[in-house]
């Protein structure tokens, strides 16, 4: 559809709002960008953004816009809650709105593989793009993992393929967007700050299968009982036997057939396996061969805060997870680690529930040291199964804390289970300092 001379409002200043305004701008639409936030917080951006012909509107008067603005259409950003004022204000006015990841499907040129999940899923899209263009196959990651799609949609034209990561909230507003591959990395709670209930998390997340075909692939995690799907399937599980894609002592095998060995990556984990197996699982559905997609994947350097090495010291590894936000992904990250393992956890209360993992964490672990807005909770949790020492809300006192419990050949892992935002920027916020505490520690 196309937006050429109408007023549309696109709501939200972040990534995908900037991207979406743009890309309506170059089409002849006149736009005005809506955010919440108060002006002096996005100054640097207005005046960014006004250079280029943009209008935006912040703060109270973005809700007064909301109100009584006159517009044709608005545009969703994913980061906006869809229950807030800004929102609801527009839908009670009946504006047409349509989300970022919609309106840059409606001018993709070329097929989408598109991959959501509650963990793993900016590792699967960076090695999926490494390995399609290595294997001869055009293509260009966006959506969330950066940039956004509507900031390389007219790119598509030139791709066989774009490839995609996509969040719950970016599916939440979806109308007739179509992946041709479909990944599933799997279902655990996360969000629970935005979503009222797993039902509801999930729910969103499943639309990512909602308009695929019969001729259309879906790869899927064989752990999670998904509903019948139209697309053919590709299943992988690094935990269970009965999947196409297993791990087998320490290899990936498609149906029998020995693919890669662990060992032969820069990745670890099982749960990097299973990264490793939905990636060859979309070159199964292109019909790649397997000894061109092996070496690339071979060849993939792993993002940082994600089961990253930082050092070893005084026998120890420090291990950093701080991409681990939820606890499926401390359970990812302890599984299948055969030494002990001295675990700082904690962060923001998004409402998860530890309990869960408190048999595992008593198994794997010789000690915990908890951290942040939730350490008193998981302390409670789990300190009649083994030592747990509190830093508070000091990641310093944490390391050291760790340091005095672990021995010669245990791991200290970094894996908070949750956000970050009680006391750092963001994950990557949480890590760096991880990293540079860690590597400032000294024998005495």
Request: net charge negative.
């Amino acid at each position: 559809m196309s937006y050429a001379n109408q007023s549309v409002a696109v709501l939200g200043a972040g990534e995908s709002g900037e991207a979406a305004a743009r890309l309506l701008q170059a089409e002849g639409a006149m736009i005005t960008i809506l955010d919440s936030a108060e002006e002096s917080r996005l100054r640097t951006k207005i005046d960014l953004l006004s250079a280029e012909g943009l209008r935006v509107v912040a703060g109270a008067a973005a809700e007064r816009e909301s109100l009584h603005g006159s517009y044709e259409a608005s545009i969703l950003s994913p980061g906006i809650d869809p229950v807030v004022p800004l929102v609801q204000n527009f839908r009670k006015r009946r504006i047409k709105m349509v989300g970022e990841l919609e309106l840059a499907y409606e001018r993709c040129e070329c097929p989408i593989v598109g991959i959501t999940g509650t963990n793993g899923k900016t590792t699967t899209t960076q090695l999926v793009e490494q390995m399609l263009n290595a294997c001869g196959v055009k293509t260009l990651a966006a959506g969330n993992i950066g940039p956004a799609f509507s900031a390389r949609v007219r790119q598509s034209k030139d791709l066989d393929l774009m490839t995609l990561e996509i969040s719950s909230f970016q599916l939440e507003t979806i109308e007739r967007f179509r992946a041709e591959i479909a990944v599933w990395l799997g279902f655990a709670a996360d969000h629970l700050d935005r979503y009222g209930s797993m039902e509801e998390y999930y729910a969103a997340k499943i639309r990512i299968f909602e308009n695929q075909t019969s001729e259309d692939w879906a790869v899927i995690n064989f752990r999670d009982k998904l509903p019948e799907l139209k697309a053919q399937r590709i299943t992988f599980s690094a935990y269970v036997p009965g999947a196409d894609f297993e791990l087998r002592e320490g290899a990936i095998h498609f149906r029998g057939q020995r693919v890669l060995a662990m060992a032969d990556t820069k990745l670890r984990g099982a749960h990097n396996a299973e990264n490793l197996m939905a990636t060859l699982g979309v070159g199964v559905a292109r019909g790649l061969a397997f000894e061109q997609m092996v070496p690339p994947l071979c060849a993939y350097q792993p993002l940082p805060h994600r089961c990253e090495l930082v050092r070893t010291f005084e026998g120890v590894d420090y291990i950093n997870d701080s991409k681990g936000t939820n606890p499926d992904s401390v359970e990812k990250a302890l599984v299948l680690e055969t030494r002990p393992v001295v675990l700082i956890a904690g962060g923001k209360d998004k409402g998860f529930e530890y309990d869960m993992l408190t048999d595992l964490v008593a198994d794997k672990c010789r000690a915990a040291v908890v951290i942040g807005e939730m350490g008193e909770r998981i302390e409670a949790i789990w300190k009649d199964r083994m030592p747990v020492a509190n830093a508070g809300w000091s990641l310093e006192k944490a390391v050291q804390l760790a340091r005095g419990l672990a021995q010669p050949g245990d791991i200290v892992l970094l894996s908070p289970g949750t956000s970050s935002f009680d006391m750092f920027k963001n994950y990557a916020d949480r890590g760096n300092q991880f990293r540079a505490l860690v590597h400032a520690l000294t024998t005495t």
